[in-house]
């Protein structure tokens, strides 16, 4: 592979400026700086996917997939699952691959990354890979977005659009215009979808997903840099107990018309 008053998005910490959504652009890898937080990212165009003849897709499942992935790629039927799976898989193998040649000095091409989902439980779906590395991965609209890293990672991108909006209401309560903090404050300018973005990427943290709801997750704060921070519900807690003692960082901004956000240590 070759809406009414809002704050202004930050670059979310530096990220904007370091991630490209490029749709004509197949693939783009990136080493997230700083390099302290050792975090490498792929981005893969679902929409150059799409525009490849069938048998330019043969190609790339043939080059990059292991005989199972090629097995589960196979069982899909709908074309836009295919792709987005497809779009997924690349971006882990990529992500995972480029990360051991830049911190383990390790050849390891793509296609010999094995990417598997997590099977049962409130952590069903997530997915994990053969090496010694923790991945989040994350779909919208034309874009396939994987990070890697040495520690637990959360990522969730969105398209900006409006907020449906019934969930647009449910996300105002949370928030107050009049609070004392400033970063409160500036929270509650926040796009409703990015405050939603924040709020999967704390949930996708701890591989749990939407089957937590997204009430457990309080955002309580946006800073001018992109920070944001949260606190966990109690029906989060439960599944994650030492969410309310070492919670992860939050980064959340805006880049090419979507909106990201990362949590991570």
């Known amino acids: 592979m070759s809406r009414g008053e809002t704050a202004a998005v930050p670059e979310a910490d530096g990220l904007a400026g370091q991630v490209v959504l490029d749709v004509s652009r197949p693939l783009r890898v990136t080493h997230l700086t700083p390099a302290s937080r ?63 040649r830049r911190h383990w000095d390790s050849a390891r091409e793509p296609r010999a990354v094995e990417v598997r989902t997590v099977v049962g439980g409130i952590q069903a779906g997530r997915p994990v890979v053969d090496a010694p590395v923790e991945v989040g991965l994350t779909h919208s609209g034309d874009f396939a977005l994987a990070v890697c890293g040495p520690h637990a990672i959360g990522v969730d991108l969105e398209h900006d659009r409006p907020m449906p909006p019934t969930l647009a209401r449910v996300l105002d309560l949370e928030c107050d215009p009049r609070a004392p903090s400033p970063h409160a404050r500036r929270l509650a300018a926040m796009p409703a979808a990015l405050r939603w973005t924040c709020k999967e990427a704390v949930l996708k943290y701890y591989g749990f997903g939407l089957r937590v709801d997204a009430r457990e997750v309080a955002l309580t704060g946006w800073l001018p840099d992109g920070r944001f921070t949260w606190r966990p519900g109690g029906g989060l807690l439960r599944h994650a107990p030492t969410a309310e003692t070492r919670r992860p960082t939050g980064w959340a901004g805006a880049v090419h018309g979507h909106h990201l956000a990362l949590v991570g240590r």
């Open 38 to 100: 050792r975090l490498t990212l792929a981005v893969v165009s679902i929409g150059w996917l799409r525009g490849q003849a069938p048998e330019a897709l043969a190609a790339l499942r043939e080059r990059y997939l292991t005989p199972a992935e090629t097995e589960q790629a196979a069982s899909l039927r709908a074309p836009r699952r295919r792709h987005e799976w497809l779009a997924g898989r690349l971006a882990l193998k990529h992500a995972v691959s480029a990360h051991g």
